[in-house]
T-cell receptor, first 118, second 114 residues
């Protein structure tokens, strides 16, 4: 059971380049989400998904695309990278369950992907 | 809209002393509240959560949190701090819809000095 796996761990891009951050989970969680972490800003939600084929925007979606073709995978695409997208990106997953389920609603995070856009 | 505030950027405490990291929230309906910790250059780890029941919630590594509905607070506490507790702590609230979304606070850096 690997949990949430993100690749790559580090990436340097030039302005205007595109790339995809990969995220996969093997826990059969229905919810998946992408956050970015910037100093002093906490974690801000980019996009999220409540199941295969269903995605929606979070707080800071501009410049990012997502898709969810399977329960396991939730890639984040940067279409035309900008220096403002320099950040650490975290993918997370969770499941709903009932209130008494100890793991319900608890996000499991990947190790993070550090992206630098020059 | 749901929101979370962590009023302190940094908390300094001496090893062995009790620690408190503050969190206040704003939600519509019953709150689902969480604390996460991030050690340097690591991902985020779950510490504890409040859904319903006892106002004092116990979690990992000896941490606990007190839910106070009248003050809309969910402060993280530990009776005796360790140097190894030094990390970045995040409070979070679940979004009102059942979407798995969490809204995070800005984070508080805890520095425990020997």
């Amino acid at each position: 059971n690997a949990g949430v796996t993100q690749t790559p761990k580090f990436q340097v891009l030039k302005t205007g380049q595109s790339m995809t951050l990969q995220c996969a989970q093997d826990m059969n969680h229905e919810y998946m989400s992408w956050y970015r972490q910037d100093p002093g800003m906490g974690l801000r939600l980019i996009h999220y998904s409540v199941g295969a084929g269903i995605t929606d925007q979070g707080e800071v979606p501009n410049g990012y695309n997502v898709s969810r073709s399977t329960t396991e995978d939730f890639p984040l695409r940067l279409l035309s990278a900008a220096p403002s997208q320099t950040s650490v990106y975290f993918c997370a997953s969770s499941y709903s369950g009932g209130q008494g389920t100890s793991g319900a609603n608890v996000l499991t995070f990947g190790a993070g992907s550090r992206l630098t856009v020059l | 809209a749901q929101s979370v505030a962590q009023p302190e950027d940094q908390v300094n405490v001496a090893e062995g002393n009790p620690l408190t990291v503050k969190c206040t929230y704003s939600v519509s309906g019953n709150p689902y509240l969480f604390w996460y910790v991030q050690y340097p250059n690591r991902g985020l780890q779950f510490l504890l959560k409040y859904i319903t029941g006892d106002n004092l919630v116990k979690g990992s590594y000896g941490f606990e949190a007190e839910f106070n509905k009248s003050q809309t607070s969910f402060h993280l506490k530990k009776p005796s701090a360790l140097v190894s507790d030094s990390a970045l702590y995040f409070c979070a609230v679940r979004d009102s819809g059942n979407t798995g979304k969490l809204i995070f606070g800005q984070g508080t850096t805890l520095q425990v000095k020997p």
